[in-house]
Each structure stands twice: as C-alpha cells, then as structure tokens.
C-alpha cells in the first residue's frame, strides 16, 4: 500500500487473473489467498510486455477493458537494434560483470568482435547481447574476446553484406582521398549517419570514419 506494482510480461497474463487484476485495479480492495477478508491498497501499477497487446485484444487473447484500464500512460522502449550506439557500452558492461563472476582477467574485445555485435540485429534485445557475452567470457582463453567466441549467428552477421553492398560510382582520375570521401558518405547515408553500422558495411573501424569522416555529412549521435 503506497508503494509501486510491477508486473512484467503482462501480455502472458492467463485470462482469469485478468479479470481478477481488473477488479483490483478498478476497486483497490483484494483478498489474499486463503483469507476471507478484504484489503485495501492505493499503489502505483507499471505493467511490461513484449507483446502487441492491441492485437491480443484483437485475438480475445487480452482483455480489452484490461487493455484500456491499464494503458493511461505508454512508455516505448526502442529495440536494441535501434540504437546500436549502446550495443558497445553494454557490451564492455556486461564484460567487466561476467569476467569478474567467473574470475577471468579479460581487457575487451576486438575490433572485429565489437563490428560483429554492431552487424547482429539482436531479435532477443538486450538479454540476447548479455548471454552472448556470458559464452564469450566462459569460451575465450586470453584476454580478448574474438569473432570467434561469438554465437554462430553473430559470426555469421559479421560476414555479411559484402554481396549486397551499394555501389558507388567513381570516375577514373578521382584521388583515393576523394574516393574515400564517397565511400563513407554513402555508407553513413545508408546507415542513417550511425557510424558504427557504416564502419561495419565498410569492413573498417569506427575510428577510422570518425577520422576521415567528411565535414558535409554531419553528425548523428
């Protein structure tokens, strides 16, 4: 009573305890398991789903007056692979915590492991980034972490897009520094200016675009 609620995955609710979680929330008044009589609590309710809970009211696999008594306030957390700048951070971070769970003295990863997991679209979030780190930490032998010691999609990502790659027209005389130039500014237009993603189609590092990226592209952040 005065506190906060959380209830996760309530897309999974089964149908009765809907109905029983309505009532809670339309009366504030409950009775616990076993017990005749009836509490009152006045809380704060955050609900979370993976699931699209307008097409499960849809299906009649959610309750609609569920829905809509729970659906005052929406917060849309965007995908992993929609802000692929935090896949590096959270990778290093889930690093620094499973080498000191296993005691491993591990530095990082290598610029080619840290392309791959910028190349991987990640379906499975963040959880999915945290158990590929964990294998990583238990599979390496040194100190950093390679391509190799990647899940087998992760790897296989790494080497993808060389096939269906944009070509870029260049005319016979132009200087490798303007060629260059094209090069990347076509691929940060590709990848909507995220620079870990044009390093990536670019088979380079995301310091070499920070280095040579041209003052006409700007900067997406």
């Excluded at 609710?13 to 309505?22: G, N, S, W």
């Amino acid at each position: 009573d005065g506190g906060t609620l959380f209830l996760d995955e309530i897309g999974n609710l089964a149908f009765p305890v809907q109905a029983k979680l309505l009532r809670v929330l339309q009366d504030g008044a409950y009775e616990p398991l076993g017990s005749s009589r009836t509490v009152r609590s006045d809380c704060r309710i955050i609900a979370a789903t993976n699931a699209d809970l307008r097409q499960a009211v849809s299906e009649q696999r959610f309750r609609e007056d569920l829905f809509y008594r729970l659906n005052v306030i929406t917060i849309r957390m965007p995908t992993l692979r929609e802000r692929p700048d935090d896949i590096p951070l959270l990778a290093n971070h889930f690093l620094t915590m499973y080498a000191a769970r296993n005691d491993r003295a591990i530095d990082g990863f290598t610029p080619e492991a840290l392309e791959a997991l910028a190349r991987w679209e990640w379906p499975g979030n963040i959880r999915e980034l945290e158990h590929a780190v964990e294998r990583a930490v238990v599979l390496t032998p040194g100190r950093l972490i390679e391509v190799g010691h990647l899940p087998d999609p992760v790897r296989s990502a790494s080497g993808a897009g060389a096939a269906d790659a944009p070509t870029v027209p260049v005319p016979l005389g132009t200087s490798l520094e303007e060629v260059e130039r094209l090069l990347i500014a076509e691929a940060l237009r590709r990848t909507g200016g995220n620079k870990v993603r044009a390093a990536g189609l670019l088979g380079i590092s995301t310091r070499t675009i920070y280095r040579k990226q041209p003052p006409d592209t700007g900067e997406i952040e």
